[in-house]
């Protein structure tokens, strides 16, 4: 029977184990552990990047590697780096939104920085201030003022604002270094909450919008990819960690009270109790998606058409895009009356 100081053996070379993988069964060394992820991850990234064969002299497909100064980006834009950097016909930028919050922006854009500079990556940066966004120091200080003046925004938490404003970020950065993917970090755990956050809202526009979107374009936008979508997070935090990779290690302070992370609980508490639960989660979404492709176009409704924002012209669904709608309700709580 092992004592209490023994430490766990890894299942393939009996070195001491770093992690226990409970959806498999095994018990992993660092060294075998990174051979997992790097497994799952450049499967992923066969499946979802496709380099076009016979290109134009001096063509080259440039990969937008979307960074936070997290793990889970370093992990993505480090793999992409070792995979990728040798062919002459691929090229390799970073890029980070600054979302303008005190105390937390700054250190993860410096661990950004040192990540591009040890991988030799040019790191190319906006701010919301630039992108036309209040800072979310600022959307944060008057969201009281925000919600009571506009009924759809109650409950809505920082994180609503932020995600819309990022994403316009993603594709400013995306546009500016003529990007023909953008790569995002979303790992096991952010794919299966994205899952059932949809699935819970009935919302099967997203569903079917979920990246990778390799076999399924979206209209007007530049495709994303997303390798590390078998990597659970704490398989992630373990070969970061491993690996020695510069991340910063603290959460973002407006991350509390938002909905992702009630279902962030509630699919760990989940995988805890019937393990490969995540796995399952997405391999329904997959189907679905699969399954919505079969359908030919005249037959297929539910989903809505995509159209240009009449104000800023950015891809929506709706007459006026919901970054705009949120710009409206900030700068209506910001100015006196
Ligand atoms: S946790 Fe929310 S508010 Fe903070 S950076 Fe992420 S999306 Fe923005
Ligand atoms: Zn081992
Ligand atoms: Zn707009």
Not at 143 to 154: D, F, G, M, T, Y
Not at 274 to 292: F, N, Q, T
Request: hydrophobic share 35%.
């Amino acid at each position: 029977m092992p004592g209490v100081l023994d430490v766990p053996s890894c299942d393939a070379c009996g070195h001491d184990a770093i992690l226990h993988q409970i959806y498999s069964g095994r018990t992993l060394c660092g060294e075998h552990l990174a051979k997992s992820v790097r497994k799952r991850v450049s499967k992923s990234l066969r499946k979802q990047l496709e380099l076009p064969r016979q290109k134009k002299e001096d063509e080259k497909t440039t990969i937008l590697v979307a960074i936070s100064g997290g793990k889970d980006s370093a992990v993505l834009l480090s793999f992409i780096h070792h995979l990728l950097h040798k062919r002459r016909d691929v090229v390799i930028v970073a890029g980070v939104v600054d979302e303008g919050i005190d105390g937390y922006r700054s250190p993860s854009m410096d661990c950004a920085q040192e990540l591009c500079d040890e991988l030799g990556v040019k790191l190319e940066r906006v701010s919301y201030s630039e992108l036309g966004f209040e800072e979310m120091d600022v959307v944060v200080e008057h969201l009281p003022n925000i919600q009571s003046r506009n009924s759809i925004a109650k409950g809505m938490a920082p994180c609503s604002f932020c995600g819309v404003f990022r994403r316009q970020g993603i594709i400013h950065l995306a546009k500016r270094v003529n990007a023909s993917v953008v790569a995002l970090g979303h790992n096991l755990d952010d794919m299966a909450q994205s899952v059932l956050m949809n699935m819970q809202k009935a919302d099967l526009d997203r569903t079917l919008r979920l990246a990778p979107h390799t076999s399924t374009p979206l209209a007007g936008m530049t495709p994303r990819i997303v390798p590390l979508r078998w990597v659970p997070e704490r398989e992630i935090h373990a070969y970061a960690m491993y690996k020695n990779l510069p991340f910063f290690h603290g959460d973002c302070p407006y991350a509390k009270g938002a909905l992702r992370q009630r279902h962030r609980d509630f699919v760990a508490s989940m995988e805890e109790d019937v393990p490969g639960s995540m796995h399952g989660l997405l391999h329904s979404a997959d189907r679905i998606k699969e399954l919505y492709a079969q359908i030919p176009n005249e037959n297929v409704t539910g989903i809505s058409p995509i159209r240009e924002c009449i104000r800023c012209g950015s891809i929506t669904s709706a007459e006026v895009c919901k970054a705009c709608e949120m710009m409206d309700w900030v700068r209506d709580s910001t100015n006196p009356q």
